[in-house]
């Protein structure tokens, strides 16, 4: 909950991200053709463009057929990508129905969000083994989409073929998401307790009958040796949240099992002034301890939905897990 007002974009494409995510119940299917059958309509799907722009993507004006289609439009030199790694990626969703199409939505006019390789199986058979720098078309029928259930939410139909176009940005291990470098400092005395272990959710202590601080206040617990975080850069991190006139957590990406991605210092804000000042020249790899007065949280407003009211000094702790520079490309 570290969005601004004018994050609705970001919002949507977590939205969209936590829809796709489902345990993978069924083997991954296999690409194959016979020379005696004819091609499939989704080898014929294109997708022209560099990367980290958004690509034009051609769908024939015909049904989609029901094998699988990959292709390499770009090939990266980076890191491999596991069928558990997590990724950063920039990417356009169509659906494809009957003889139409539509664009469910893209992420190219705000910022790269984090995906699980495992995210549908066909995705994962996409990315696994791909290089970070690589582009990739992927056509998927439903059986390695949504199966003959479709999702109602995203109004993705039993019958309904997906085509993504993906970036590859960056890749993380999904089992060590998170800080990385050596702890400095716990807090305690009039500022939050924060538990040292790394890896895993925080727990944040809030000082019993203690006024917080009036500005904003950033101390770094765990400092990594990454590259120091830049306005501008595109920053994945783990957090969590606390309120700190109540004790209690009111949001957290280690609940979601997936990292937040967002741009730091962008107009408009994606995130809210704390983070935007508190985490630039950090580093990567640090737990940072984020004390947000009203003014660099959601000001006098506030926000009901989580229980923050106009004059609530918010407590996060985030981990900075990369930052990457716009277009980076391994």
Same mark, same amino acid.
């Given at each position: 909950?570290?969005?601004?007002?004018?994050?609705?974009?970001?919002?949507?494409?977590?939205?969209? &991200?936590?829809?796709?995510?489902?345990?993978?119940?069924?083997?991954?299917?296999?690409?194959?053709?016979?020379?005696? !059958?004819?091609?499939s309509?989704?080898?014929?799907?294109?997708?022209?463009?560099?990367?980290?722009?958004?690509?034009?993507v051609?769908i024939?004006?015909?049904?989609?057929?029901?094998?699988?289609?990959?292709?390499?439009?770009?090939?990266?030199?980076?890191?491999?990508? !596991?069928?558990?790694?997590?990724?950063?990626?920039?990417?356009?969703?169509y659906?494809?129905?009957?003889?139409?199409?539509?664009?469910?939505?893209?992420?190219?006019?705000?910022s790269?969000?984090?995906?699980?390789?495992?995210?549908?199986?066909?995705?994962?058979?996409?990315?696994?083994?791909?290089?970070?720098?690589?582009?990739?078309?992927?056509?998927?029928?439903?059986?390695?989409?949504?199966?003959?259930?479709?999702?109602?939410?995203? =109004?993705?139909?039993?019958?309904?073929?997906?085509?993504?176009?993906?970036?590859?940005?960056?890749?993380?291990?999904?089992?060590?998401? =998170?800080?990385?470098?050596?702890?400095?400092y716990?807090?305690?005395?009039?500022?939050?307790?924060?538990?040292?272990?790394?890896?895993?959710?925080?727990?944040?202590?809030?000082?019993?009958?203690?006024?917080?601080?009036?500005?904003?206040?950033?101390?770094?617990?765990?400092?990594?040796t990454?590259?120091?975080?830049?306005?501008?850069?595109?920053?994945?991190?783990?957090?969590?949240?606390?309120?700190w006139?109540?004790?209690? &957590?009111?949001?957290?990406?280690?609940s979601?099992?997936?990292p937040?991605?967002? !741009?730091?210092?962008?107009?408009?804000?994606?995130?809210?002034? =704390?983070?935007?000042?508190?985490?630039?020249?950090?580093?990567? =790899?640090?737990r940072?301890?984020?004390?947000?007065?009203?003014?660099?949280?959601?000001?006098?407003a506030?926000?009901?939905?989580?229980?923050?009211?106009?004059?609530?000094?918010?407590?996060?702790?985030?981990?900075?897990?990369?930052?990457?520079?716009?277009?980076?490309?391994?």
């Amino acid at each position: 909950m570290a969005l601004t007002a004018h994050s609705e974009v970001n919002y949507t494409m977590r939205r969209i &991200v936590a829809l796709f995510v489902l345990p993978l119940i069924a083997a991954l299917a296999l690409v194959g053709c016979g020379s005696s !059958k004819p091609p499939s309509p989704n080898a014929s799907v294109t997708a022209k463009g560099s990367f980290g722009t958004s690509p034009k993507v051609t769908i024939p004006k015909e049904k989609a057929g029901t094998t699988l289609a990959v292709k390499t439009l770009v090939q990266g030199k980076g890191a491999t990508i !596991k069928k558990s790694d997590l990724f950063l990626s920039n990417f356009t969703i169509y659906v494809w129905s009957g003889t139409t199409n539509k664009l469910l939505d893209s992420t190219y006019s705000s910022s790269p969000q984090v995906l699980p390789a495992s995210l549908l199986p066909g995705i994962q058979s996409a990315v696994t083994g791909a290089k970070v720098g690589s582009r990739v078309l992927a056509v998927i029928p439903p059986k390695d989409g949504y199966g003959s259930s479709g999702n109602s939410e995203l =109004g993705v139909t039993g019958s309904d073929t997906l085509v993504f176009v993906m970036d590859l940005i960056q890749s993380y291990s999904s089992g060590t998401v =998170g800080a990385t470098g050596s702890q400095t400092y716990s807090g305690g005395g009039s500022l939050p307790t924060v538990s040292d272990a790394k890896g895993s959710a925080p727990k944040i202590t809030i000082p019993k009958n203690v006024t917080p601080p009036k500005t904003l206040t950033a101390k770094t617990l765990i400092k990594g040796t990454g590259a120091t975080v830049t306005k501008g850069e595109d920053v994945v991190a783990q957090y969590t949240g606390v309120n700190w006139r109540t004790g209690t &957590v009111f949001d957290s990406s280690w609940s979601r099992s997936l990292p937040y991605s967002f !741009k730091v210092g962008a107009s408009p804000s994606q995130v809210i002034p =704390g983070w935007d000042k508190g985490l630039v020249g950090q580093t990567v =790899g640090s737990r940072v301890l984020l004390i947000i007065p009203p003014s660099d949280g959601y000001g006098s407003a506030g926000q009901s939905q989580a229980g923050i009211k106009g004059t609530d000094t918010l407590v996060f702790v985030v981990d900075i897990v990369g930052a990457v520079s716009p277009n980076a490309t391994s």
